[in-house]
């Protein structure tokens, strides 16, 4: 499908994901996220911790089965594959995980890791040919043939994330969940990865949900970003706008708290968060934000806002923008 000339890969329509908890308590993790993920491109998002990104990234790759809503993957609705159909999708998706060392079984050396994919995959290579695969895939990453002996402890954090990169590339999928895949590394290996990852999708076409709970880290790898609040998308926009004029407060919250290495910026100019983030069990009423949100109305406890586009391509989820941009920036 097009949109504007750009392909959509990935469509979310009304996507909900829900967990019972307890007897009679609901967990809503994802709560109708709507949104389009480009070919070609990165899409971040952002939240605080337990806001549902990492919930949404497993439900977009189907390991998790959509409560209600659609996830609908190159124009096909994923809740209608069948067991075959499903094999496919798995072979086309993939997900780069935050730990590195968790996600790697320490029995298994890396070579067997990688080729565990590859031999599931394409059943018709032979064991020399998945060897040369292994090879190929680990000078991708920047690492060599004489990795593949080793085992997970005995590399780096940076490079057990390099191998969680070449075992998502070994069975060649179009699009790639990143979930935090470099908060669990040291900063100056985080570049690293993220240059590795930026280089791999020119080369390969790939395309990216980039997912982090830091502004920061996920401004230079993002084409568009999403920030997620309680379940919710609050905004959605190219990144260079979100960090020029970011609109939904929360979002402007986030942004303000982005360490800016300049005696002159004041640390006054960060905008503080009032409050805990609400338990999702039990989210506000109308906004989900109105409880932490410095501009709140007596409406914003009733009605939840929905998300609508107030400059091409820039959508956000707030009462204060609902006559337009301008008046929204008025009330700020
Ligand atoms: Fe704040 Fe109201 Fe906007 Fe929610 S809708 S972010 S409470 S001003």
């Given amino acids: 499908m097009k949109d504007n000339k750009r392909e959509i890969l990935v469509e979310l329509k009304n996507l909900n994901k829900h967990f019972k908890v307890g007897k009679n308590k609901v967990l809503k993790a994802v709560e109708d996220v709507n949104l389009n993920i480009y070919k070609g491109e990165t899409l971040g998002l952002v939240g605080e911790s337990g806001c549902g990104k990492t919930t949404c990234g497993r439900t977009v790759i189907n390991l998790y089965k ?22 496919v999708f798995r ?53 060599n043939a004489e990795h593949s002996a080793r085992f997970p ?6 490079q057990r994330q390099r191998i969680g990169i070449a075992r998502a590339l070994a069975i060649e999928p179009d699009f790639i969940v ?33 997912i982090s709970h830091d502004l920061s880290m996920i401004k230079h790898i993002s084409d568009r970003i999403g920030v997620m609040y309680l379940g919710s998308l609050v905004e959605i926009s190219p990144s260079g706008s979100l960090y020029k004029k970011p609109l939904h407060p929360y979002t402007r919250a986030l942004i303000s708290a982005i360490p800016i290495p300049d005696p002159n910026v004041k640390s006054s100019d960060r ?56 008046k929204g920036m008025d009330l700020l």
Wanted: aromatic share 6%; with cysteine; hydrophobic share 35%.
């Fill in 66 to 87: 959509p409560t209600s809503g659609q996830v609908i993957y190159d124009g096909i609705d994923t809740k209608t594959l069948k067991s075959k159909e499903i094999r």
């Fill in 91 to 143: 072979k086309k998706v993939q997900m780069i995980f935050q730990d590195p060392y968790a996600s790697l079984d320490p029995k298994m050396t890396i070579g067997d890791i990688i080729a565990e994919g590859i031999r599931v995959h394409f059943k018709g290579m032979s064991e020399k040919q998945i060897q040369e695969r292994v090879t190929e895939l680990l000078k991708t990453v920047g690492l």
């Fill in 153 to 158: 402890r005995e590399l780096s954090g940076g």
């Fill in 178 to 210: 990143c979930d935090e895949p470099i908060s669990a590394l040291d900063v100056s290996i985080q570049a690293q990865v993220v240059n590795l990852l930026i280089d791999l999708q020119k080369k390969k076409g790939l395309t990216y949900l980039f």
């Fill in 271 to 326: 905008i503080k968060l009032e409050g805990e983030i609400p338990s999702p069990i039990d989210a506000p009423e109308g906004c989900k934000f109105s409880t932490r949100c410095r501009y709140a109305l007596d409406r914003c406890r009733k009605d939840r806002p929905s998300l609508v586009e107030v400059e091409p391509e820039h959508f956000v989820a707030c009462h204060l923008f609902e006559n337009g941009i301008k």
